[in-house]
């Protein structure tokens, strides 16, 4: 069975530092890899995703992701946080190219302070 | 905007009563999905559609069923309702069936008494 484990509830940065937010996963065959933001009272947005190909993918925002295959990691990076990135975030995945529906992690909440 | 309409956008009902949320998908897109947002169970993946046939289900309840119609928007219906089926049901789209990259509605949020 698929799964994703986002082992941090909450992830305090403050602005101008660089951000982690951690993500593993279990999945047979091979992943695809995503991550969503969601802001308050909001519907999830996408960021970036993982498919094939290079190991470091850049996403919106100036956010990127490296995808591990060895310790089945997909972590979301940024270099220079902003307070406006404050937000939940989650990582999911799909058994790529026979399913769409994703798996959601439990989410992590961002917080980046001035 | 995502692109992505659902209805209504709140929604307050007693137990045991049975609702509708709607979902109009993105223009071009075959794909719907229906997920539950809640606090003790995250984002649960509930029943997928694509082009008005079944393509995937997960942990949706027998109380509750979907269909998509011809024009490719979506019904989830919820059924003998109870105080834990309070949550954020989102409903998303995508031009396939198998890519993964979804677009999500605003969400319906329900609330049952």
């Known amino acids: 069975a698929q799964s994703v484990a986002q082992p941090e509830d909450q992830v305090n940065v403050a602005e101008g530092n660089p951000l982690t937010v951690k993500c593993t996963y279990s999945v047979s065959g091979n992943p695809y890899l995503f991550w969503y933001v969601q802001y308050p009272n909001r519907g999830l947005q996408f960021l970036l995703k993982y498919i094939t190909g290079d190991n470091l993918v850049k996403g919106s925002y100036g956010f990127e992701a490296e995808f591990n295959k060895s310790q089945t990691s997909f972590h979301l990076k940024k270099p220079s946080a902003l307070v406006s990135d404050s937000a939940l975030y989650f990582c999911?995945?799909?058994?790529?190219?026979?399913?769409?529906?994703?798996?959601f992690g439990k989410g992590t909440k961002l917080s980046v302070k001035p | 905007d995502s692109g992505v309409t659902q209805t209504p956008k709140h929604l307050i009902t007693a137990t045991g009563q049975r609702v509708t949320l709607r979902c109009s998908p993105r223009s071009g897109d075959l794909s719907v999905y229906w997920y539950q947002q809640s606090l003790d169970q995250g984002l649960q993946f509930l029943i997928q559609y694509y082009n008005g046939e079944e393509r995937a289900k997960g942990n949706i309840l027998e109380r509750f069923s979907a269909q998509q119609f011809p024009d490719l928007h979506s019904e989830l219906n919820l059924s003998s309702l109870e105080l834990g089926d309070s949550a954020l049901y989102f409903c998303a789209s995508s031009v396939g069936a198998d890519t993964g990259e979804l677009f999500f509605g605003e969400g319906s949020r329900l609330t049952v008494l």
């Open positions: 999911a995945v799909s058994r790529g190219g026979s399913q769409g529906n994703l798996i």
